[in-house]
């Protein structure tokens, strides 16, 4: 009896094509940033939900990070909210994000910027990889737009996938 019980629950952890439809998500992830042909440590943290199985609306905070100006450095940060388009195929996730970006730029030791906030667009494609359960890996390419330069980062995800 106890087999029989136990059977249907390691099916649903272990099906990844019916986590990687779920309703609701969130996550994290962390790579390197590119802007202005400088580099530095990017993160993000995401959520998410899904309206029907292959698009959702994503919300977000990424800090770009910290770069080399002239006189001192810049701090990037952004929060977003984008649709997502995805397809699945077993238990890979591929995605694509088009959305607006609010930013801000911070100076330090005497760094001026004459563009210091704003609004524009971004965009990102990825691919996740169901692994055990709602838990997915993955990796991700974004650009942000910042003003009249872009951020553009490539980061390693997990995504974790409820309902």
Same mark, same amino acid.
């Given at each position: ?22 309703? !609701? ?125 872009? !951020? ?12």
């Amino acid at each position: 009896m106890k087999k029989l019980t136990l059977l249907p629950l390691l099916a649903l952890v272990f099906a990844p094509s019916i986590w990687a439809n779920s309703i !609701v998500y969130g996550g994290a992830s962390i790579g390197s940033s590119d802007y202005n042909n400088d580099r530095s440590v990017a993160y993000n943290l995401h959520a998410g939900i899904g309206f029907i199985p292959w698009i959702s609306l994503e919300g977000g905070y990424t800090y770009h990070g910290k770069f080399d100006a002239v006189g001192g450095d810049i701090e990037a940060e952004s929060a977003y909210a984008a649709i997502r388009p995805n397809v699945t195929i077993g238990a890979l996730q591929l995605y694509a994000k088009a959305g607006i970006n609010s930013w801000i730029l911070e100076g330090d030791r005497g760094v001026t910027i004459q563009d210091d906030d704003g609004f524009d667009k971004m965009w990102a494609v990825g691919a996740d990889y169901s692994l055990i359960g709602p838990m997915a890996v993955g990796l991700e390419y974004s650009n942000y737009t910042l003003g009249n330069k872009d !951020v553009k980062s490539i980061n390693a995800t997990v995504t974790f996938y409820f309902f």
